[in-house]
């Protein structure tokens, strides 16, 4: 369990430290890598809850389709390389302040309801079969109407983005 | 293989699911003709959608003829009476929109196919929503509905307008989603269930008035705010109201606010049952939303615009009775029940002739409604009917929507029900002064450019707006009728 | 009991020198693997084209990419000024990185029987384990996950280059690697639904009756023809690549690269084929299955994988020999408009083959069902291009 802990302190540091730079920095390319890091490092924690497929499915869905869709259309329209300054409006203050504020809340309330809870060793592990299972009895009304959801946003997206 | 093998097959219920599948089909088959016959398709399509909803009532009828509550996946998707009642609302809801479209989308020759498919998915979406007692399937029916409305309020491509209506119903959507998910995980995270009957039951156990419990609760109540448009996060509604094709901002702020409507029923009354901390949320929530969405409402010289905020405040109509859902949970549902559906009626019938108005006219300003009497009379006078049910004057139905509300209140009884009783008071009064400027415009005004040119109404338009009008009317001289459905539409308590 | 045997019974310093052993020689043989795959490549393609080719370092030539190697470790490294330094430096390393971590979950060696789970463990230092880095329960999705991150090896140093020829190449590298996972997903899938399993150590071992149990066979080759085209699109390999087309883009995405970091993208390229193939002998050709003759047991598995793989080596060298690149728009035809419908009703075949085996369905009306089902798919099909067709001549002409 110590490797556990150590692994999980390291990595926090990294997403946070990440987590902080994507909004700090000043360029649009390095914020969208930050966030690639953010995503994988939550990845990583995934693992160590004993939850794989949750972990590559992270990766293969947010690192693999969603950033690189961010990154791809971030370098055709413009992906200017060095410093913009336009990136940070006047009113951060404002957004840090609030963003503070929501942290705190957010951070009583986990503490107050889990602070003392401690992880129990050797509980159950579900495996990618459970997960199917899951999908595919209990969801299966959700997941199917995914499958219209996406279908729908493919027809609006072309229509909306295709020249007249 | 052993993996595979230990799979069994959910029970589904067909019927139960019978009028999702006709919508889903009927959807599937608009896009496979659009594929077919190409530009030649274009003509039946409004004709197959219309006859695809109206085909999804079958269903319903045989469902609520036989009766019995019907569970799935252990009570996560529900069909019970309150399901039907809100589904036979969205499919008629959704066939007078189909009415309210076809000449406007026809003669904007925007995208028709594609434009019928979307709002056969957000009400499909719609469809789901009424039945979902599970917080994932809240979510994806919420998503459903939504994606496609976005687009559609973006649907006057060319328009800057639209575009910034599409934008920012997008961008503030996708906020409230993400606020709700988290809100989602909370409760997940205190519960362990995602379903609605076993959140009630472990919040039970918890007391439910943690710290996170009520972060977890508001959070996903937030987020339906948004949906619905309630102040103070309304800010999106106005402009997306107004720069949206017209038949979209009916489909908006009728269908899609219902559909929020219902998420917050059922999650009201089935899963949060810590009411010390919802009521005044909502007591609160509602008093804003009709007293700010009022007083702008009062301000606005365009009729688009005027309605938006209109519908914002008869929003928070709709709220009040979730404020005293703990005392008088009965009449409380009952009241936004009925008062969902006369709003349905008779802000659909203010949006048609607002269609037929401007189809002429070609503005959206109050001032294109001056003199309409003169030379569209029985427009004038349909629009008065439906004002006047807004403005909750009997014996057009919006009246007896208010009846409830007060009769919720006063079982609720108390000082704090008291005073959200004089405020919905207070802002009937105010309501009836902006109604009561359109009505002037239309009866005493000087004709809007002195072009007193009849106007034409299509077949399709009238007729949305005959069903509109006869509905109005008949639920307000008969409201046993609509009372009858509020009476019925009980939630189901299986599995709780 | 699932997983490698080496961690059955908790995990003790000689666990840890054996998984870091496993490790190095893992890495030590996919770069040796890599060196000679670059000559192989010089080599055969010279052949095909009646040429000599390296012929000087070594005999025939052998050591040509080691000197190679030395020389772009001695050469300066070159950076741009527009470059972003962070990311210029940073991408080729992601390139390797993900070409390596692919391979680790290949099983190279060990005798399988039929039974899933037991077999294919070798006896090192007196434990029993796999003949592979690692094999976790998600196994092949591993790879999936690793060739999604492989692009941002790509598409970062196109643009960290500052400089447009590497832009577009990199623009063009995330189109067809998108375009193409998709496909090759699902080959994947099929291969996962008959085996029941996602670990590659199980699929191995499903594999290990003969040759009519491999996945090339009870899967109907469809799989595998989509699996080895995405693949090969997947590596940016000839003909699909369009990502470093000489003739239009000077270099690609690595135009800007030079010295030990160019050499980086070089070795990531030639690595990311072996393991490719590795893994298509893995999850189609039965892995290290093959006879066992005489002598030492667990020798011959690991020859058999290698012969497997050194088959597929020729075919992608064969392949940038003899096939012209495509066009992008043919690319992007092929992509979506044969290989993914082409592997999404081989998938829906597949289930319903597994289906009427479990259920006992009549077969004459099953297999009737899935070819309506066909013919009415692929009429829509066909129609609704027809229809896109159609309407993009419209367009142009209109234009």
């Given at each position: 369990m110590v490797a556990q802990n150590i692994a999980f302190g390291i990595i926090s540091g990294i997403v946070v430290f990440s987590a902080l730079r994507m909004v700090t920095t000043r360029n649009i390319v390095h914020s969208a890598l930050f966030l690639v890091a953010v995503l994988a490092g939550l990845s990583g924690q995934y693992v160590l809850l004993a939850a794989e497929f949750v972990a590559t499915t992270q990766v293969l869905v947010y690192i693999g389709a969603v950033m690189v869709l961010f990154l791809f259309g971030i370098m055709l329209t413009k992906a200017p390389i060095g410093k913009s300054?336009?990136?940070?409006?006047?009113q951060w203050p404002i957004a840090a302040g609030v963003a503070l504020m929501l942290g705190a809340v957010i951070l009583y309330s986990l503490i107050d309801q889990f602070g003392s809870d401690r992880l129990t060793e050797g509980g159950k592990i579900y495996r990618t079969a459970d997960v199917g299972d899951e999908v595919f009895s209990t969801y299966i009304i959700p997941f199917e109407a995914i499958s219209v959801l996406l279908l729908a946003a493919l027809i609006g997206a072309i229509v909306l983005a295709r020249k007249d | 293989m052993e993996a595979l093998l230990a799979f069994t097959r959910p029970p589904l219920d067909w019927h139960a699911l019978a009028p999702e599948l006709t919508l889903l089909a009927v959807g599937t088959i608009l896009t496979l003709v659009d594929i077919i016959w190409?530009?030649?398709s274009k003509q039946v399509m409004p004709t197959l959608a219309g006859v695809g909803l109206l085909a999804g009532l079958v269903p319903i009828l045989t469902l609520a003829l036989d009766g019995t509550d019907r569970a799935m996946f252990g009570g996560a998707y529900m069909v019970d009476d309150f399901a039907l009642v809100m589904k036979a609302l969205f499919l008629i809801v959704g066939y007078i929109i189909v009415l309210m479209s076809v000449d406007y989308i026809r003669d904007g020759d925007y995208y028709e196919n594609e434009y019928y498919t979307l709002m056969l998915t957000s009400l499909l979406g719609m469809l789901m929503m009424a039945s979902s007692r599970d917080l994932i399937s809240v979510f994806v029916a919420l998503e459903l509905l939504s994606i496609p409305a976005y687009m559609m309020a973006a649907w006057?491509?060319?328009g800057r307008r639209s575009n910034e209506a599409g934008l920012k119903y997008y961008l503030m959507g996708v906020f409230a989603s993400a606020i709700m998910l988290y809100g989602m995980s909370l409760i997940y995270g205190l519960t362990?269930?995602?379903s609605f009957s076993s959140i009630a039951s472990a919040m039970a156990l918890n007391d439910g008035v943690t710290a996170m419990s009520i972060l977890g609760v508001l959070f996903v109540l937030i987020g339906f705010a948004f949906k619905v448009s309630a102040?103070?996060?309304?800010?999106?509604a106005p402009d997306t109201y107004e720069g949206a094709p017209t038949p979209v901002t009916a489909f908006l702020a009728v269908a899609s606010k219902a559909a929020g409507m219902v998420a917050l029923i059922q999650l009201v009354f089935?899963?949060?049952?810590?009411h010390e901390v919802i009521q005044p949320f909502f007591w609160l929530i509602a008093a804003l939303t009709m007293t700010v969405g009022n007083l702008i409402a009062l301000r606005q010289t365009n009729i688009v615009r005027l309605l938006a905020y209109s519908g914002i405040a008869q929003g928070g109509f709709m709220l009040v009775p979730f404020a005293v859902a703990g005392q008088a949970s009965e009449r409380a549902l009952q009241a936004i029940v009925i008062y969902l559906i006369i709003y349905a009626f008779m802000n659909l019938g203010a949006f048609s002739v607002v269609l037929a108005v401007s189809r002429k006219t070609r503005s959206g300003e109050l001032?294109?409604?001056?003199?309409?009497f003169q030379y569209a009379p029985g427009l004038a006078v349909a629009m008065t009917i439906f004002l006047a049910a807004l403005a909750g004057?009997?014996?057009?139905?919006?009246w007896f929507a208010k009846f409830g509300l007060f009769r919720a209140l006063l079982d609720a009884g108390g000082a704090w029900a008291a005073t959200l009783g004089v405020v919905v008071a207070i802002n009937t009064v105010i309501a009836f002064a902006y109604y009561a400027r359109v009505l002037g415009q239309m009866w005493f005004q000087p004709i809007h450019e002195g072009d007193e040119r009849p106007i034409k109404l299509t077949s399709a338009l009238g007729s949305a707006l005959v069903i509109a009008l006869v509905a109005t009317m008949a639920f307000g001289i008969l409201p046993g009728l609509v009372g009858h459905f509020g009476e019925v539409a009980v939630l189901s308590t299986l599995g709780r | 009991m699932t997983g490698d045997p080496l961690f059955h019974d908790g995990v003790d310093l000689v666990d840890i020198g054996i998984m870091g052993l496993k490790v190095v020689v893992a890495f030590g043989f996919l770069l040796v693997a890599t060196m000679f795959m670059v000559w192989f490549e010089r080599k055969l393609i010279s052949d095909m084209q009646n040429r000599i080719g390296p012929?000087?370092?070594?005999?025939?030539?052998?050591l040509q990419t080691f000197a190679d190697g030395v020389k772009f470790f001695f050469k300066e490294d070159l950076r741009p000024e527009n470059a972003d330094p962070l990311v210029f430096r940073l991408a080729p390393y992601i390139s390797a990185v993900t070409a390596f971590l692919?391979?680790?979950?290949?099983?190279?060696?060990g005798v399988f029987k039929d039974?899933?789970?037991?077999?294919?463990t070798v006896n090192i230092f007196g434990r029993e384990t796999f003949l592979q880095v690692a094999d976790p329960p998600i196994g092949i999705l591993l790879l999936l996950a690793m060739s999604s991150i492989a692009v941002y090896g790509i598409m970062l140093a196109g643009w960290s280059s500052g400089s447009k020829y590497p832009l577009i190449g990199s623009v063009r590298a995330s189109a067809q690697a998108i375009s193409y996972e998709a496909a090759l997903g699902m080959s994947v899938v099929a291969v996962v639904i008959l085996a029941g399993t996602l670990s590659t150590h199980d699929i191995v071992a499903h594999q290990a009756g003969g040759i009519n149990t491999w996945f090339l066979v009870t899967s109907g080759v469809i799989p595998f023809i989509v699996f080895l085209i995405a693949a090969t699109a997947e590596l940016n390999r000839?003909?699909?690549?369009l990502v470093e087309a000489e003739q239009e883009l000077?270099?690609?995405?690595?135009?800007?690269y030079s010295s030990i970091r160019f050499a980086l993208f070089f070795l990531a390229e030639f690595m990311n084929v072996i393991t490719m193939s590795a893994i298509m002998v893995t999850l189609f050709?039965?892995?290290?299955a093959g006879p066992i003759f005489f002598?030492?047991?667990?020798?011959w598995p690991t020859i058999w994988f290698m012969s497997k793989v050194m088959v597929f080596l020729f075919i992608f060298v064969w392949f940038r020999a003899t096939l012209p690149r495509l066009r992008y728009d043919q690319l992007m035809d092929l992509g979506w408009k044969v290989l993914i419908p082409l592997s999404l009703f081989w998938l829906m075949f597949i289930s319903l083959k597994e289906l009427r085996a479990s259920n006992d369905w009549n077969w004459i009306a099953t297999y009737a069902a899935a070819a309506g089902g066909l013919l009415l798919g692929g009429t829509l099909l066909i129609t609704a291009l027809r229809a896109g067709d159609r309407a993009y001549q419209k367009d142009s002409e209109d234009a």
């Open positions: 300054m336009e990136m940070t409006g006047t | 190409d530009e030649k006057r491509k060319g362990g269930s995602t102040v103070p996060f309304h800010n999106w089935v899963a949060f049952d810590n001032e294109s409604f001056g003199g309409l004057i009997p014996p057009a139905g919006g | 012929n000087v370092a070594g005999p025939w030539g052998l692919s391979f680790a979950i290949v099983p190279v060696g039974v899933p789970g037991t077999t294919g000839p003909p699909f690549d000077v270099g690609g995405f690595h135009t800007e050709f039965g892995g290290p002598g030492l047991t667990w020798f």
